[in-house]
């Protein structure tokens, strides 16, 4: 087909409906481990590579900076496909990379001695090593702490407060099987070289390119957007690169970030737990964007949060309400099926949906109540 949009839609819509088609016929209740665990990174490694391969035929100026960059000029090997495709260090979990940066690997251009291997064993290491401590909190934690119990009698006859806390903590331990898989394949990568980012202003090496996970910002942040910045970072950026920006003919930023959302839950399955997790992630950025722009334009909201002996107060409140909501999204994503998820949120009065859906038509009354007119035409401006 060459480098043409056929070959970009025929490829898209191959690759998803034949990962698609693996969901439907061998997916199961529970969280299976299968063929199609790799597979839905290969699906995106071959969509992306077959766009960079159409971006190579076209014209440089008509490329941005960022296509510029990844797209293909030479027609790649079998045997090149083959080795970005089944790479050993990400073909199981990802991280997501691009044909060119790949090659630059084959061709040795990815370390920090020129002409020789890269020194990257310390912070391989070190990746391994907080990937472990991560492995092993979550071997000790999940045995007490499981999505199992949050479809027993004895959870949904607990207090109120129980529930929404047990909710809280189980899906902050949820998250660290995935955290422990992508710190440890990212040491893989940076052993190898393929994590090589150049070197900073002191000439000192940079590793970060294959990392899927900013630990600190994790653990920290107290904003959903935060932990959605610090968490599987390359399959956002793949997201963001070959479909969300692709989507910037319908003008309009909210349906293009829907559009990913739901593509991205088609990509992990066709379970509807999927499908409720990203809807309550699209729900509860837009939300969360609207609050800080009020607290931003608002001086009497302004003022109040930059009170300095509350700032501990604020940033319990945040986080509190940051992982009581997360556990509420990603309940959706585990129990996978709608009975098991509906029985949960019943237990806790679809406490996530009442809560951001108030917000989300209360907030534009209370910016009209609290944000002078000056500020308003400012905006406007």
Known sequence: MGRTITAVLTTFCFQMAYLLAGYYYTATGNYDIKWTMPHCVLTLKLIGLTIDYYDGGKDQKSLSSEQQKYAIRAVPSLLEVAGF?????????????????????VQGQLTDLPGKIPNSSVPALRRLSLGLVYLVGYTLLSQHITEDYLLTDDYEN???????????????????????????????????????????ELGRAKWDTCANMKVWLFETDPRFTGTIASFNINTNAWVARYFFKRLKFLGNKQLSQGLSLLFLSL??????????????????????????SLIQDSPALSSLASVRVLQPLY??????IHWLFMGYSMTAFCLFTWDKWLKVYKAVYFLGHVFFLSLLFTLPYVRKAMVPRKEKLKKME
């Not at 990509?267 to 699209?282: A, P, T």
Request: hydrophobic share 50%; net charge positive; charged share 10%.
């Open 85 to 105: 495709s089944y790479f050993y260090g990400a073909f199981l979990v990802g991280p997501q990379f691009s044909m060119n940066h790949y090659m630059k690997l």
């Open 267 to 292: 990509w992990h399955g066709l379970h509807s737990g999927y499908l409720v997790c990203f809807q309550m992630e699209f729900l509860i950025v837009i939300v969360e964007r609207q609050a800080a």
């Open 315 to 320: 940033y319990l409140v945040q986080q509190t």
């Open 158 to 200: 607990r207090s109120f407060w129980f529930r929404c806390t047990y909710m809280l903590v189980w899906g902050k331990v949820v998250l660290y099987k995935y955290v422990a898989c992508w710190l440890v394949t990212e040491g893989v990568c940076i052993l190898t070289g393929l994590g090589f980012h150049g070197l900073d």
